[in-house]
């Protein structure tokens, strides 16, 4: 199973930028699809955004203009970089991995945005 560590959460004003990251590690083979996911507070985990093949992207109509997914050469690290964001963002942020039939998910990472 992939081990997801994510980075980069935090506080912003309403209007701002954060740029998530998340390191996959424990495999020597690449996930066929990495994403974020968020769960806001008293709702359920949602999509945010997924990338196949390090090119293929599929975005959540709230994320599209907005946040843009990407990876890396190696494609073992994913970003998710939000601008404009709202106070409505405000949610625990969770990296995910598909790999060969598996599915993994990292800790979480808070990601508030103040009005």
């Known amino acids: 199973q992939v081990h997801l560590e994510e980075f980069g959460g935090g506080l912003v004003q309403a209007g701002g930028s954060l740029r998530l990251s998340c390191g996959a590690s424990g495999s020597k083979f690449s996930p066929n699809i990495m994403g974020w996911y968020r769960q806001p507070p008293g709702n359920e985990r949602e999509l945010v955004a997924t990338i196949a093949g390090g090119e293929s992207t599929n975005y959540a109509d709230f994320a599209k203009g907005r946040f843009t997914i990407s990876t890396d050469n190696a494609k073992n690290t994913v970003y998710l970089q939000m601008n404009s964001l709202k106070p409505e963002d405000t949610a625990v942020y969770y990296c995910?991995?598909?790999?060969?039939?598996?599915?993994?998910w990292g800790q979480g990472t808070q990601v508030t945005v103040s009005s």
């Open positions: 995910y991995a598909y790999l060969f039939g598996r599915e993994s």
